[in-house]
């Protein structure tokens, strides 16, 4: 089957610690885009690629990293600076040109 | 700067009653997607339909059906005699060419439906 995964479905972070989201999709896409949630709130972006080795900081970036070593990839890494990281984060793919935006199931991070 | 306004935070409808929900949205591109995703209580967002904006004809699918009208920019989601299995977040999204020539989507806040037995 197709699809977005993402790992693990519960992340806990401790003070001053980095923790990485994975997300894999064996979709083809060359699009990846990572979303942050908040409760109430719509999804804001992080950061977004549209081919393997690069990427570009979306309207939320601070306090996160990626890397796009791999067109299936698209780890995101939640660093001691961001300090608010209690979200729900979303990975999503797509095609390029306005493609539609298909999300993996999701992790849910928080804050010991 | 795109936006899309979800007015209706929550709405609560009992079983088979129809139920519309709003989406107003703003842009100053003549190019763009509009979409509708539903959120499930287990978090994943699920596609259900994607418009250009050079198509407004009304589309239904089963029990879903969506009014898209450029005069008032709105899309507007309608569930036809609803379940208890439509119970979920909604959001409507837009999508314009970004300045990195990236689809960027933006979201609304959601809806929130409840249906109750």
């Known amino acids: 089957d197709g699809g977005i995964t993402q790992s693990p479905k519960y992340l806990f972070r401790k003070e001053g610690q980095n923790v990485t989201l994975s997300c894999e999709q064996n979709l083809n896409h060359d699009a990846m885009y990572w979303y942050r949630q908040d409760p109430g709130q719509g999804l804001r972006l992080i950061y977004y690629?549209?081919?393997?080795?690069?990427?570009q900081k979306g309207d939320i970036a601070e306090g996160y990293s990626v890397s796009r070593e791999k067109k299936e990839s698209f780890p995101l890494t939640v660093t001691s600076a961001q300090k608010n990281p209690t979200a729900f984060y979303l990975c999503?793919?797509?095609?390029?040109?306005?493609?539609?935006?298909?999300f993996g199931p999701g992790t849910r991070l928080l804050v010991l | 700067a795109q936006k899309v306004t979800q007015a209706q935070t929550e709405i609560s409808v009992v079983e088979k009653e129809d139920v519309t929900l709003d989406c107003v949205y703003e842009t100053r591109d003549t190019t763009y997607y509009l979409f509708w995703y539903k959120q499930p209580p287990s978090g994943e967002l699920v596609f259900l339909i994607r418009r250009n904006s050079f198509d407004e004809q009304n589309e239904i699918s089963g029990r879903y059906s969506w009014n898209f009208q450029k005069s008032t920019s709105s899309f507007n989601f309608t569930i036809t005699a609803s379940q208890v299995v439509d119970s979920a977040v909604y959001f409507c999204a837009l999508s314009e060419v970004g300045s990195g020539g990236y689809q960027k989507v933006t979201f609304g806040t959601g809806t929130k439906l409840q249906v109750i037995p």
């Open positions: 999503a793919s797509s095609g390029l040109r306005q493609e539609t935006q298909y």
């Open positions: 690629s549209q081919i393997v080795n690069d990427f």
